[in-house]
């Protein structure tokens, strides 16, 4: 299966040699060939400020990754005027056949293996497009090119597709981070419910243990309460005496004087 490449990826990662895994420098501009619409290598940078320049060919390279690419063998030097000469259609105008400017060539998708340009993608200055968007302009739609300049058919712009790339690069890394923030959430949940059941554990613990403590003192208070139990008493109380009236006392009476049995006067004496 072709492994499709976008030009601005290449740019500026580091190329090591895959046998040695020295560092030659950093790819500096993709080596392509408009007139046949091929990518035919890539020149590398080194040295003071990029000084030298080296050159690849497209067979050379190994591989590609995200941090570099890996080439199979040695470069062959070249330098800035000629690197200076190579022709690109990035940064081209986008023009119609009717004299509309439609945007401008920003980048290109090319075939890995072969070289070959898929696609280039020009951003969209509104004219048969939306303003900033992004088109798919395959290569057989340019009729001419020259003076950072393509030129394309009128009735051909409002075919072009959108490019979707950015928009699912985006998608995937938005994906990746909340797959990231699910798994750091998820982790921090387990820590919360291990937290949670340690908690919980030791509450147990500790209400196990002031029932045993509380059990200990009411025992203890059981077996040193030796006095006997007394009911209360049967007696009225005091108050009740104050009810009862008390025993009256009898009448006294003071004694008759006695009459004489001879005479009916009576005498002083008798009162004496």
Same mark, same amino acid.
């Given at each position: =299966? !072709?492994?499709?490449?976008? /030009?601005?990826? =290449?740019?500026?990662?580091?190329?090591?040699?895959?046998?040695?895994?020295?560092?030659?420098?950093? $790819?500096?501009?993709?080596?392509?060939?408009?007139?046949?619409?091929?990518?035919?290598?890539?020149?590398?940078?080194?040295?003071?400020?990029?000084?030298?320049? @080296?050159?690849?060919?497209?067979?050379?390279?190994?591989?590609?990754?995200?941090?570099?690419?890996? $080439?199979?063998?040695?470069?062959? #030097?070249?330098?800035? #005027?000629?690197?200076?000469?190579?022709?690109?259609?990035?940064?081209?105008?986008?023009?119609?056949?009717?004299?509309?400017?439609?945007?401008?060539?920003?980048?290109?998708?090319?075939?890995?293996? @072969?070289?070959?340009?898929?696609?280039?993608?020009?951003?969209?200055?509104?004219?048969?497009?939306?303003?900033?968007?992004?088109?798919?302009?395959?290569?057989?739609?340019?009729?001419?090119?020259?003076?950072?300049? $393509?030129?394309?058919? /009128?009735?051909?712009? @409002?075919?072009?597709?959108?490019?979707?790339?950015?928009?699912?690069?985006?998608?995937?890394?938005?994906?990746?981070?909340?797959?990231?923030?699910?798994?750091?959430?998820?982790?921090?949940?387990?820590?919360?419910?291990?937290?949670?059941?340690?908690? &919980?554990?030791?509450?147990?613990?500790?209400?196990?243990?002031?029932?045993?403590?509380?059990?200990?003192? $009411?025992?203890?208070? &059981?077996?040193?309460? @030796?006095?006997?139990?007394?009911?209360?008493? !049967?007696?009225?109380?005091?108050? *009740?005496?104050?009810?009862?009236?008390?025993?009256?006392?009898?009448?006294?009476?003071?004694?008759?004087? /006695?009459?004489?049995?001879?005479?009916?006067?009576?005498?002083?004496? *008798?009162?004496?």
């Amino acid at each position: =299966m !072709a492994e499709i490449v976008r /030009q601005s990826e =290449m740019l500026n990662q580091t190329v090591l040699d895959r046998d040695s895994m020295q560092e030659l420098g950093q $790819v500096e501009v993709l080596w392509m060939y408009p007139k046949v619409n091929r990518v035919l290598g890539f020149i590398c940078k080194s040295g003071w400020l990029g000084s030298k320049k @080296t050159a690849f060919n497209l067979d050379q390279l190994a591989s590609i990754g995200s941090n570099g690419v890996l $080439v199979n063998s040695a470069p062959v #030097e070249t330098d800035a #005027e000629k690197v200076k000469k190579l022709e690109s259609l990035v940064g081209s105008e986008v023009w119609t056949d009717r004299g509309d400017q439609v945007g401008k060539i920003i980048d290109y998708l090319f075939d890995l293996e @072969t070289g070959e340009i898929q696609h280039y993608l020009y951003v969209s200055d509104g004219w048969g497009g939306i303003v900033g968007s992004v088109y798919l302009l395959p290569p057989n739609y340019i009729l001419r090119f020259g003076n950072q300049r $393509v030129l394309v058919p /009128q009735e051909s712009v @409002t075919s072009f597709a959108v490019y979707r790339g950015g928009v699912q690069e985006k998608f995937s890394k938005v994906k990746d981070r909340l797959k990231e923030e699910r798994s750091q959430v998820t982790q921090e949940v387990k820590s919360l419910a291990e937290l949670a059941r340690e908690k &919980a554990r030791q509450l147990k613990e500790k209400a196990r243990s002031v029932a045993e403590q509380t059990y200990e003192f $009411v025992e203890e208070i &059981a077996l040193e309460e @030796t006095a006997p139990y007394t009911p209360p008493s !049967a007696d009225p109380d005091p108050w *009740d005496d104050w009810e009862v009236e008390p025993a009256k006392k009898p009448d006294i009476k003071a004694p008759e004087p /006695q009459r004489s049995s001879t005479s009916d006067v009576w005498d002083d004496d *008798d009162w004496a």
